[in-house]
């Protein structure tokens, strides 16, 4: 048993076992009444774009005084970062408490990290009485703790791209039908943007579970941030250009679940939404920029975006060994004017020398890559990518040297 939340968190980070499964994890729900089953939800699967599409959808049900939870990974501050009410973090004693609580359960299940922050969340959201939660998968759909949702309000499907092969399968179609198995008999299902062999097969999983099938509304660019949705004109906080199509998905889904998208407070809340690493401006001054892109998808994005940046760009990047590292390194190398391949200490961290293609520098200690970026950059950017975990480290990193607060 735990005295203080860090410990406790720790020790559910340190869970890297396979865990229990998600028949038994819907068993041992069953025994706790099922919390996720009592408030209304939605599910949000994905390769790229869940987070922000979860984190514009969480604001706008906020912005209509809805009592709002929101699931998400990975953490970028603290593990509790996962779980939260509105803008609220699950408190450290209540984080304390559920895990205490749980202390012989997970022992004797020998629960995985991630089914221990499900659960956490699950009855946190209960015990608190959200109106609404917002639920992001951790990894595909089909067999992901979050699938223990029974009857979700809707299933919202990002983007489908080629992540996580080694589970998911190896084309578009075997990583979109574990994506679409978050769908449920007779409930609803939206899309992003999705290339037509995925959109063909999430249709058929629809189709075949009696799902309502809906795609994202089509919208008009309008400037660098803002965009138009029939009549109504948004403006985004960031300068992402991918963020214009997850906040539209997310106004889309909104729209579906009888929000009235039209309303200012929804325009404002989409107008105020940030969501932490995608495309961040942490410091302006050195200009730091830090972006979660961690696979070819999100790593295509992010350059497209990066052609707006001041220079010189001095790129500082890592991934991890299960990502197509050298590939996101090779579209680095044809944008930004200096890359700096590092290393994290993470036991599923990507070597750099595997991610270097024999012309970039290498500095293995991350807070050393960093710190040289920041005093080559000048009037410049630091841009800070490739992994999530990646991000997490350097937010601590700058943290510590008093740069970010």
């Not at 906020?62 to 509790?80: A, I, K, N, Q, Y």
Request: aromatic residues 8%.
């Amino acid at each position: 048993m735990f005295s203080n939340a860090l410990d406790a968190e720790n020790y559910v980070m340190n869970r890297r076992g396979k865990g229990t499964g998600l028949v038994r994890f819907r068993e041992i729900l069953a025994e706790y009444g099922n919390p996720q089953d009592a408030y209304r939800t939605v599910h949000v699967a994905g390769t790229n774009g869940k987070g922000s599409t979860c984190n514009y959808l969480k604001d706008i049900f906020v912005s209509l005084g809805c009592r709002t939870g929101l699931f998400t990974s990975p953490h970028l501050d603290e593990h509790r970062d996962r779980i939260r009410i509105n803008d609220e973090l699950i408190p450290e004693e209540c984080y304390l408490g559920y895990v205490n609580q749980l202390y012989e359960l997970i022992e004797r299940e020998k629960l995985s990290m991630f089914e221990c922050v499900t659960l956490i969340g699950f009855l946190y959201f209960r015990d608190a009485g959200v109106d609404i939660a917002v639920i992001e998968t951790g990894l595909g759909g089909l067999l992901d703790m979050t699938n223990a949702l029974s009857h979700p309000d809707l299933s919202v499907i990002t983007t489908i791209g080629y992540d996580h092969m080694n589970v998911l399968g190896d084309t578009l179609e075997e990583i979109a039908y574990q994506k679409a198995g978050i769908i449920k008999e007779h409930g609803k299902v939206i899309i992003g943007d999705l290339l037509p062999e995925a959109e063909a097969t999430v249709k058929e999983q629809a189709d075949r579970m009696n799902a309502s099938f809906f795609r994202m509304r089509p919208f008009e660019d309008v400037s660098e941030r803002s965009f138009r949705l029939g009549d109504t004109e948004y403006t985004l906080s960031t300068t992402a250009q991918y963020q214009k199509k997850n906040a539209v998905l997310a106004l889309s889904a909104a729209e579906l679940l009888g929000v009235d998208i039209r309303d200012p407070r929804v325009v404002d809340a989409i107008s105020g939404s940030l969501w932490k690493g995608r495309f961040e401006t942490v410091c302006e001054s050195p200009r730091i920029v830090m972006d979660g892109a961690h696979n070819e998808e999100g790593m295509r994005a992010l350059v497209n975006s990066a052609k707006q940046l001041p220079g010189p760009i001095i790129c500082v990047f890592t991934a991890l060994r299960d990502k197509q590292g050298p590939e996101m390194e090779q579209m680095l190398e044809r944008t930004v004017d200096r890359l700096i391949i590092t290393e994290i200490p993470y036991y599923r961290a990507d070597s750099g020398e595997h991610l270097n293609s024999g012309t970039q520098t290498v500095i293995p200690d991350y807070k050393e890559a960093i710190d040289t970026a920041l005093r080559e950059c000048g009037e410049g950017t630091v841009l800070i990518c490739g992994s999530l975990y990646f991000v997490s480290y350097a937010r601590a990193w700058l943290k510590e040297k008093g740069i970010l607060q």
